[in-house]
């Protein structure tokens, strides 16, 4: 469908009028016009259109990279650390670069080690980049803080251990609105949302099949799934019901699915992307409007674009700001990037990046991480057979001064709500957002982000649990050598009143620490 083909007047009828997408550049011709002897070119209004990929010139080198298939994207990164699962015997390792730290790893480095089993998703909370979150087979997620300077031990004990899922965890992912609130999805056909706080379930869905993949919509009010019965589905997590669900591809393989729109409210917050496969094996991307899944048309999408015979899933990753979709493949040597249109056809395609080694998995960096002296509009991380390597996307403009064009505000990386207000059914509010010009970037960043809630480790708890029981015997062994001491002296001072001795009795209850008046009036 991106093949470069123009109408002429030799092909045409004259009075007959033909449009024709051409590849990557936008540029349409118009047969009656060519019929009368003028050429007609209409170039696609975009600042987008010629955007190129570019290999980093550093990168890490001689990794470990687990060989664990899984359903997620395979590695993870932000502005401090690069996370990716390491080939470990035992039970699931997790690996966590400083990302500013490239060269060849050593063979020892330190490992995330907490798993008992494979680790099958992970993700950075997207309000504090130190934070990581983990899921595993062993039927448990684990909350990691990693210190600033990286790892510099094995760490096993998490910040919070999450238990209620009955069978291995697929996905793990944040709310991008809301602080300490997340989403879960198992083998025990449960989609689960989590109150980290309190470090509990708060809603709970039932899902008809395995899920594929689960994503949230740009406010974090709704939850995307694609499930293995090949339907999309749409929950409402805090009503625990589905707002929506359609058939999507018609391959056996899995599908995944990404939310479009973006900061401001508008009908392409609606629309989502899915990428999927044909009965024929063959690799397809749908666009679909969820307000249409009630109607008698509810399987039918916007638009469907074939791509390819690939044998790989394709991971489709959508930029808010620019709306640009990228599409990445485990297994493909390259990245498809699309820009996103209101109209039809909805999605145009600009190019592909392509290298000559496979990726077992890629991701992309939060935008506020980009370098905007480059005119670089997104930055992602491919994870090879040993080796991470970063590529830029770039818009060519000859001048080095800021493009406010080219960089809408950016999520700032703050809690947009709490996690009660979300909880309670508030109305979802929009990332809070920041400037990406270098100049007001530090007034923004002055004014901060939304407090997250400080979580204490499970080690810490531990320690503060036994130092509180250590106190409690040493206050109770007190206590009973205090009623000892009292008991003896009661003895005694009913001795002295048998005795008549007023005087000692008064002695007494003055050593005891009685006031003169108390002992006197005891008397």
Request: net charge neutral; aromatic share 8%.
């Amino acid at each position: 469908p991106f093949a470069a083909q123009r109408c002429t007047a030799r092909s045409v009828p004259p009075r007959l009028e033909c449009t024709r997408f051409t590849r990557g550049s936008g540029f349409f011709a118009t047969a009656g016009a060519a019929a009368q002897g003028r050429r007609m070119k209409v170039v696609r209004d975009s600042n987008y259109r010629h955007v190129f990929g570019e290999v980093g010139k550093q990168r890490y080198e001689d990794l470990r990279i687990s060989s664990k298939a899984t359903e997620s994207c395979g590695i993870r990164g932000n502005s401090k650390f690069v996370c990716f699962p390491w080939e470990a015997g035992g039970g699931g390792a997790l690996a966590c670069l400083v990302s500013s730290k490239f060269g060849r790893m050593p063979r020892d480095i330190p490992l995330l080690i907490g798993h008992s089993g494979p680790v099958l998703d992970f993700e950075f909370n997207p309000f504090d980049e130190n934070l990581l979150l983990s899921c595993s087979e062993d039927l448990t997620m684990k909350l990691w803080r990693v210190p600033d300077e990286g790892l510099k031990q094995h760490m096993k004990e998490p910040l919070l251990n999450l238990e209620g899922h009955g069978k291995k965890i697929l996905f793990c992912t944040f709310n991008p609105s809301a602080s300490n609130i997340m989403a879960s999805s198992s083998f025990d056909l449960t989609t689960r949302v989590w109150n980290i706080a309190e470090q509990e379930t708060a809603f709970s869905i039932t899902m008809p099949d395995q899920v594929m993949h689960l994503k949230w919509n740009y406010p974090g009010s709704l939850l995307a799934a694609t499930c293995k019965d090949k339907k999309l589905r749409i929950i409402d997590p805090r009503a625990s019901e589905f707002a929506g669900e359609t058939k999507v591809h018609d391959g056996v393989k899995p599908s995944k699915v990404e939310w479009l729109g973006g900061s401001s409210p508008s009908d392409e917050r609606f629309k989502l992307v899915t990428t999927g496969f044909t009965a024929q094996a063959e690799r397809q991307i749908g666009i679909w409007d969820i307000r249409r899944l009630g109607d008698a048309d509810a399987g039918t999408p916007l638009t469907i674009l074939s791509l390819d015979q690939g044998t790989g899933a394709l991971y489709p990753f959508f930029d808010h700001g620019t709306q640009m979709l990228y599409v990445a493949g485990k297994g493909d040597a390259n990245v498809r990037y699309f820009e996103a249109d209101a109209a039809d056809p909805y999605m145009h395609f600009i190019n592909d990046f392509r290298t000559q080694v496979p990726q077992k998995g890629f991701d992309f960096l939060p935008k506020r991480c980009m370098d905007t002296t480059t005119h670089e509009i997104m930055r992602g991380i491919k994870l090879e057979a040993s080796a991470i390597q970063p590529i830029s996307f770039k818009v060519p403009r000859k001048s080095d001064a800021f493009q406010e064009d080219l960089y809408p505000d950016a999520p700032s990386g703050g809690a947009a709500m709490g996690a009660d207000e979300w909880l309670g059914g508030g109305e979802c509010r929009d990332r809070l957002c920041r400037p990406m010009d270098p100049e007001k970037a530090p007034a923004a960043a002055a004014a901060g982000p939304a407090t997250t809630e400080v979580f204490v480790s499970v080690k810490d708890l531990k320690k503060q649990l036994a130092d509180a029981q250590a106190r409690i015997a040493a206050l109770e062994k007190e206590n009973e050598l205090q009623k000892a001491k009292i008991a003896a002296q009661d003895k005694e001072i009913e001795a002295l009143k048998a005795g008549g001795d007023r005087r000692s009795v008064l002695l007494v209850r003055g050593a005891s620490g009685d006031p003169p008046h108390s002992a006197a009036s005891t008397l």
